[in-house]
């Protein structure tokens, strides 16, 4: 089962993500979003709705100017399952209308293709949390 721990912390104009989540498929490459819900409830963590798109934009990866707010591109797992997260986003936001607080974040089963939309066909949820202030 895959788990692991995220810290978000503001820097800047944007959002800093860094951590690690492991019990990943090694060697593999995982889709890596926010979503609408902070609802991780249903198994296949459905509950978590659709990705997180509050500026209506087409679906993309994390570098690009008009993309989704939730879109973070995708993770590569190591040889032992393990991948590591450590980059700032400018899209993002802890507060106002683009916030990613109370939403989830999800680790798919498959790599995001970055281009189809609405979701990049990354498949299954396998790891679903949701972002909390502390």
């Known amino acids: 089962t895959a788990n692991g721990g995220l810290k978000i912390s ?15 498929k090694p060697d593999s490459v995982f889709g890596f979003h926010f979503h609408e819900k902070g609802d991780c409830s249903a198994p296949d963590a459905s509950s978590a709705g659709a990705h ?5 934009q087409p679906h993309a ?3 690009a100017d008009a ?11 190591d040889a032992t399952g393990k991948a590591r ?7 993002l936001t802890l507060s106002g209308p683009n916030s990613i ?4 974040v999800i680790v798919h089963a498959g790599r995001d293709d970055t ?20």
């Not at 503001?10 to 990943?24: E, F, K």
């Open 52 to 56: 997180w798109n509050p500026t209506n």
């Open 115 to 134: 281009t189809s939309q609405p979701s990049g066909e990354s498949g299954a949820r396998v790891a679903c949390g949701v972002v909390e202030l502390q």
């Open 85 to 91: 997260a450590e980059f700032v986003d400018k899209h």
């Open 101 to 104: 607080v109370g939403r989830a």
């Open 10 to 24: 503001a820097a800047g104009t944007g959002v800093r993500i860094s951590g690690m989540v492991q019990g990943l």
């Open 61 to 63: 990866g994390r570098e």
């Open 67 to 77: 993309r989704h707010v939730g879109d973070l591109g995708n993770l590569t797992a």
